[in-house]
């Protein structure tokens, strides 16, 4: 029994030491090839080889301030998808970039015209006023809605009487009051308010959308006098009938007909904004005096001593203004 043991004993030891060479041997040879090797790049599907996108790109030059014609434009597949690229032509097609773009640049929104210029119409200008509580109808106008400006004009002390209030510009749109815009985009004092807590600011400006021919009319009075927003049903479309009054003469007189050359017809649009208004025509509503506007009697004095210009009428109120070495006297 015992010499048994012994032989197992001696066979273990045995194979202990042949497994034990057997393992020094494999790990002196060189690891095996792994059968399974990378696909090639070549062999990927082609999604995952170069992954593109759709981008309109400009097909020639576009210089700043000009329109977008959609032929000027094509959508090619890049690599890259730069924040704010169109997709599509037609979304990008109409639009105004604002610097100029190279033949192959990508067409983003950032370097096109934004903001409240595209909400104003051909002919149209947009045009900021004072605003307060009161001449916004209690802070309660809106971007978007409809207002009529109404305009007060006040005389001296002596002559109340002759003040006067009167609607100045009909049916106007709203594009900004205060903060607010029709825009959308926010504003940087409403985050502010925001952040510290505040009650939303008082209005502080109201932009309208108006007529280039009726700036000058608004711009004086504004300077001149108060002006008082109504707030008006956007569906009610009355306005004033032009044809009741006439129309205020100009502070640029148009230059003289040549004989043979035919009638000019009257000033309308950025012909009649750059002939301008003066205070006095839209106080006095274009009053002659002798035949000619009110401004145009102007005459240089001469030691000190002024006598009434001709013609005026005694009745009403008469108001001599002095501009240097010159006068004018005006009757309303």
Do not use: C
């Amino acid at each position: 029994m015992i010499n048994l043991t012994k032989i197992v004993a001696a066979i273990l030891v045995l194979l202990a030491i042949a497994l034990g060479g057997y393992a020094w041997m494999l790990g002196r040879q060189a690891p095996p090839r792994t059968a399974v090797t990378t696909a090639p790049a070549s062999n990927q599907p082609q999604s995952q080889q170069a992954l593109t996108h759709p981008v309109v790109v400009a097909a020639k030059p576009l210089p700043a301030g000009q329109t977008i014609p959609a032929d000027a434009l094509r959508v090619e597949r890049l690599t890259v998808n730069p924040t704010g690229a169109f997709q599509d032509v037609a979304t990008a097609a109409g639009r105004v970039p604002v610097l100029d773009l190279s033949e192959g640049s990508p067409v983003m929104e950032n370097q096109l015209v934004s903001g409240l210029a595209l909400r104003v119409g051909e002919g149209e200008r947009a045009v900021a006023i004072k605003a307060d509580e009161i001449m916004g109808v209690g802070n309660k106008i809106q971007p978007g809605d409809f207002v009529d400006v109404f305009i007060t004009l006040k005389s001296d002390g002596k002559d109340v009487d002759r003040s006067q209030a009167r609607l100045l510009l009909s049916r106007k749109r709203v594009l900004a009051f205060g903060s607010a815009s029709v825009d959308g985009l926010p504003s940087n004092t409403a985050d502010k308010q925001q952040q510290q807590g505040q009650r939303s600011e008082t209005a502080r400006t109201a932009v309208l959308a108006i007529t280039v021919d009726d700036v000058n009319r608004l711009t004086i009075g504004d300077a001149t006098g108060r002006l008082i927003l109504a707030l008006r049903n956007p569906n009610d479309m009355a306005e004033p009938d032009s044809k009741l009054f006439a129309d205020l003469p100009s502070a640029l007189q148009p230059a003289s007909i040549r004989p043979g050359e035919p009638r000019r017809a009257p000033l309308e649009g950025l012909d009649r904004a750059q002939a301008g208004l003066t205070t006095v025509d839209l106080v006095t509503g274009g009053k002659t005096i002798a035949g000619r506007p009110a401004l145009t009697e102007a005459r240089a004095t001469s030691g000190g001593t002024r006598t009434p210009q001709p013609g005026i009428a005694r009745g009403g109120l008469q108001v001599e203004v002095i501009r240097g070495d010159r006068s004018e006297t005006m009757s309303y």
